[in-house]
């Protein structure tokens, strides 16, 4: 199936909603921002990510003449609405985090300024394009601060939700700092560095384990990773030593293995004594299979002689904490602030921008949140990068992102930096927002 | 982003391994299957579902000219092999559970049969397509099971893991059992009804809640569901009721109202309670908001006078257990049986049918695992779907699939219906697949 970024994947009240303004003639600009309610217990510090996808969303977004023939006949919209929509375009203003940034509960990490119609359609897509990348950036910087060093490489597809997040996963991981993915696509498409070894199955499909560890050196004598779980480990990993020097004879180094099964930092050890006890010190040991940063935590807390792991399942899917509470909420319309009392659910209104402040030798000290009429002490985070529709610059190539992500890392507390259960990092709230929450929160409605 | 059905949405493993295969010819005939190796906690049984998503990828799969010029620049592979990926397609024989079927872990659910590279290079994209909809479709039974003759709707879509898992988890929900979802791709694609109600943001646009509500009747006067917690939910109840009698007059009825926020049970006897007094009793109450199978359990045991629940997140991502542990695997090639013997990973091999024996009733009794080659008592599971690569008949459409899940979930054990955990459901192997797996164990590799 083909999923084009079809303006229809949103909500149907986003177009019922739609339908009101157009009978009410609700233009005005109206002032959105994105950010997440709280952090999952598990996280004490999120990775900005998929902004890429959202700007280029919001460039394209049009009605094509097949979904408004779908409107029109579905029974649900007049037609002097749908009409309305063949001209539908995003004209309207973006600031953002720039992808790979820090950043931490209420935060807005992107704001859409645009005629109420814009800002609130593209509220689902966008939503669904920024959660997912920013919760698999997160979850990819926990696995590179906890392997620091080794190579990480995304193998998460085949498990992730779907098609796009599979691609976007191996995104949003290379951003965080892996090493690379697994997922051929996402090389075309994005330039990552593809990795890969073999699978169980060519070991099946051959008689003897010898046969398809020979046959697969001579088919990419370059780049020869071999896995040795099939059946015994350690009987693989001696027929390898054997015939490594026969190899050898033919031109064909090994690189390196691959363990995937059982107690991976022993079956490690056990493997690196008889390659090393075969002169087979080159060779290099990659482990996976339910992998993520507290096995990678554990694994190298115990000397596992691993140089690089693949991470799968646990990543794509970030399992531990495969969601977080990202919402996009009206702050402004037509010019006055305005503000959702929910239970629980009671949002900090107005144009806000977040303030960072940072010690001496640039690690973070503290945030404000803050109202961007009334500028605060420290860092100003979020930046215009779009008007009037249009970008105000190409894509910023990845590895500008991982050089971002690379020095924000090292600028958090060691605190935040570690796995463990952190006491929050310091986000203040500026008088003058606390002012104007109190003061809507009196006018009644 | 477009994401096409890709047939590089795979992992470099696959092309590495048909490299190999290509240089030593092996083409004969592979038989993969997928299945579960163990069951989440959280899930008594599991709905298969994706085939018909499956069974287009394997249709259409074929390398465009742009891969292939791609795969041939990219420094991996030999241009006689790339040169022989022109003519790739699936010739292969297909068999699987119809959707909406009941299974149990280690029973397989997909079965392909076809010369060793075809079998081999489509695992990454099945998995990836039956996995998720597998998931969601299990995940939406357990809350179909938990609210009897309530209408259950995907409101999901904006934290779902990216735009294909947004549109399959409404159809995954509508296969088993949902009213139908808020995403309205899903409603243009699959057919599948779209429910919608409103957003805060409308009531916050205006100055005064009452006239956000009459706006939005008046613009939709056949599906008016108000939406009643932005500020405060018994004073907007109270306001609704109010104007109510007054939009009567204008020929508008009040559909239903939806809470989304604080104690779902308690906001819905109050507001009940004032509608009611209002002589509102023909208004509906739908509430949403973080909302499960155990959420649901919990407030219909209360009595909570709801009718209807928007599922979003906890849907989408299936966030109690947001992955199953499905694999595919090689277990015959070259008309010999193949086993995979990795610790903790030991494969059934040979070719297999499931076998469902049934009480006089027709409740399911108990499922034998064996050998196609030696049936067993009880219903075949297993049908052929595909054979030489084309479909034996057209897509089932939605309704019977839904039927099918239906009777399904009548047949499980009670003790299988309820979200408890229950002892696991008996899954026999038969005499002769163990004597297969233990004759293979004998030959030494």
Redesign the interface.
């Known amino acids: 199936?083909?999923?084009?970024?079809?303006v229809?994947?949103?909500?149907?009240?986003?177009?019922?909603?739609l339908?009101?303004?157009?009978?009410?003639r609700?233009q005005e600009t109206?002032v959105?921002e994105m950010f997440v309610r709280r952090l999952p217990p598990e996280r004490g510090f999120l990775l900005a990510a998929g902004l890429e996808?959202a700007l280029?969303?919001l460039e394209t977004l049009h009605f094509s003449a097949d979904?408004l023939d779908?409107l029109a006949n579905?029974g649900?919209f007049s037609s002097q609405f749908v009409n309305s929509l063949a001209e539908f375009r995003f004209t309207g203003t973006v600031h953002a985090l720039p992808e790979g940034t820090v950043f931490f509960a209420d935060e807005p990490i992107l704001r859409i300024i645009a005629p109420?119609p814009q800002a609130?359609l593209v509220?689902?897509?966008l939503?669904?394009?920024i959660?997912?990348q920013t919760?698999i950036a997160s979850k990819a910087a926990r696995c590179v601060l906890a392997a620091p060093g080794k190579l990480l490489v995304d193998?998460g597809?085949?498990?992730?939700?779907?098609?796009?997040?599979?691609?976007?996963a191996a995104r949003a991981a290379y951003l965080a700092g892996f090493g690379g993915t697994?997922?051929?696509?996402a090389?075309?498409r994005f330039g990552i560095p593809?990795?890969?070894?073999?699978?169980?199955?060519?070991v099946?499909?051959h008689?003897?384990?010898e046969d398809a560890f020979e046959?697969?050196a001579?088919?990419?004598p370059?780049?020869v990773v071999l896995l040795l779980?099939?059946?015994?480990?350690e009987a693989a990993a001696r027929k390898l030593a054997a015939l490594a020097t026969h190899l050898q004879a033919r031109g064909i180094a090994i690189k390196g293995v691959r363990i995937?099964?059982?107690d991976l930092g022993e079956n490690a050890r056990r493997v690196r004594r008889i390659l090393d006890e075969g002169g087979l010190r080159q060779i290099t040991l990659f482990a996976s299979g339910d992998l993520d940063e507290y096995r990678l935590q554990e694994l190298l807390a115990r000397g596992a002689p691993i140089d690089g792991f693949g991470i799968g399942?646990r990543l794509?899917?970030s399992?531990d904490a495969?969601?977080v509470e990202?919402v996009y909420?009206?702050q402004e319309?037509?010019d006055?602030p305005?503000?959702?009392?929910?239970?629980?659910?009671a949002t900090w209104p107005g144009r806000k921008q977040v303030y960072r402040r940072t010690e001496a030798d640039g690690a973070f000290a503290a945030d404000c949140l803050g109202l961007e009429a009334y500028p605060q002490p420290g860092e100003p985070l979020l930046q215009p990068v779009m008007v009037e529709g249009r970008r105000l610059a190409p894509p910023e190539p990845l590895d500008v992102i991982r050089n971002r992500v690379r020095a924000q890392l090292a600028a958090l507390p060691p605190a935040l930096r570690s796995n463990r259960t952190a006491p929050p990092y310091t986000v203040i709230v500026a008088p003058e927002l606390r002012e104007l929450a109190d003061r809507l929160d009196r006018e009644t409605?």
């Open positions: 199936m083909t999923i084009a970024n079809s229809l994947l949103t909500d149907l009240y986003q177009l019922t909603m339908q009101t303004y157009h009978a009410e609700m109206a959105f996808q280029d969303y979904e779908w579905c649900r109420l609130q509220e689902s897509r939503l669904n394009l959660h997912y919760l193998f597809m085949r498990r992730a939700h779907g098609a796009e997040a599979g691609l976007l697994a997922t051929v696509l090389g075309m593809l990795f890969g070894t073999m699978a169980h199955s060519l099946q499909a008689d003897r384990e046959h697969f001579a088919a990419q370059d780049n779980d099939t059946y015994d480990t995937d099964s059982g399942t794509d899917i399992t495969p969601t990202l909420k009206l319309y037509a006055k305005r503000r959702k009392r929910s239970e629980g659910k409605h």
